[in-house]
T-cell receptor, first 112, second 116 residues
Framework: AQSVTQLGSHVSVSEGALVLLRCNYSSSVPPYLFWYVQYPNQGLQLLLKYTSAATLVKGINGFEAEFKKSETSFHLTKPSAHMSDAAEYFCAVDTGRRALTFGSGTRLQVQP | EAGVTQFPSHSVIEKGQTVTLRCDPISGHDNLYWYRRVMGKEIKFLLHFVKESKQDESGMPNNRFLAERTGGTYSTLKVQPAELEDSGVYFC??????????????FGPGTRLTVT
C-alpha cells in the first residue's frame, strides 16, 4: 500500500524567503505524484504533477518540485515567497488505481 | 467553463439524521470521485465512479454511506443515519476519461458536515 508523509503541519516563512515543503512517499510501484493547494474557502487546485517524464517539474505560481527516487521524496519549493502563497498544501500519490492518497497537509504562513 | 460544484457548502445535522450531499462534475468528465477529510487528518478516498458505474468503492467507511450517480452526471452521497464521527469536509472531484493514469482531478470546494 502507498502512503505519503508531509513533514511539518505548519511552516512559516518571511516574504521573499525560500519556501520548502517536504513530502516523502512509499510505493511498491512507480508513482504519479501531485501537489495540490487549497486557498481559504476554495477547492483543491493542482500545482504540479510528476508522471515520469522529467524529475524536475515546474508548476503554476513559480512552484517546482523534484522527484528523487533514491530518497522517495517529492519536495515542493519556491525561491521567493509571496503573501498570496499563504494556503494549505497537499502532497498526493496515485499508483494506478486513480484514487489519490494524500498527506496530512502543510499550512504555509507568510510573514510580511 | 464551470468547475466542480458541491451543495450544500455547509450542513449541520443531529446524530441519527440523514444528509444528502450533491456534486456536479465538470461537463464531459466521466470520472467522479468522493473524498473526505476528518478534522486535522489527511484527505481520504471514498469512491470512484466511471460514468454511472462504481469503479472503486474501497474507501467507503460502512453501509451507512450510499453514493449514486444516476445517468452518469451529478452524484449524491447519502449518510443515513449520521454519526458524530462522520463530521468532516467531503470533497468531490472529477476528471476527463483519457484512460491515462495520473490524470488531473479537479476538486470542488467541499461540503463541511457537522454532526452534533
Amino acid at each position: 500500500a502507498q502512503s505519503v508523509t508531509q513533514l511539518g503541519s505548519h511552516v512559516s516563512v518571511s516574504e521573499g524567503a525560500l519556501v520548502l515543503l517536504r513530502c516523502n512517499y512509499s510505493s511498491s510501484v512507480p508513482p504519479y505524484l501531485f501537489w495540490y493547494v487549497q486557498y481559504p474557502n476554495q477547492g483543491l487546485q493542482l500545482l504540479l504533477k510528476y508522471t515520469s517524464a522529467a524529475t524536475l517539474v515546474k508548476g503554476i505560481n513559480g512552484f517546482e518540485a523534484e522527484f528523487k527516487k533514491s530518497e522517495t521524496s517529492f519536495h515542493l519549493t519556491k525561491p521567493s515567497a509571496h503573501m498570496s502563497d499563504a494556503a494549505e498544501y497537499f502532497c498526493a500519490v496515485d499508483t494506478g488505481r486513480r484514487a489519490l492518497t494524500f498527506g496530512s497537509g502543510t499550512r504555509l504562513q507568510v510573514q510580511p | 467553463e464551470a468547475g466542480v460544484t458541491q451543495f450544500p457548502s455547509h450542513s449541520v445535522i443531529e446524530k441519527g439524521q440523514t444528509v444528502t450531499l450533491r456534486c456536479d462534475p465538470i461537463s464531459g468528465h466521466d470520472n467522479l470521485y468522493w473524498y473526505r477529510r476528518v478534522m486535522g487528518k489527511e484527505i481520504k478516498f471514498l469512491l470512484h465512479f466511471v460514468k454511472e458505474s462504481k469503479q472503486d468503492e474501497s474507501g467507503m467507511p460502512n453501509n451507512r454511506f450510499l453514493a449514486e450517480r444516476t445517468g452518469g452526471t451529478y452524484s449524491t452521497l447519502k449518510v443515513q443515519p449520521a454519526e458524530l464521527e462522520d463530521s468532516g469536509v467531503y470533497f468531490c472531484a472529477s476528471s476527463y476519461a483519457t484512460g491515462t493514469v495520473g490524470d488531473e482531478q479537479y476538486f470542488g470546494p467541499g461540503t463541511r458536515l457537522t454532526v452534533t
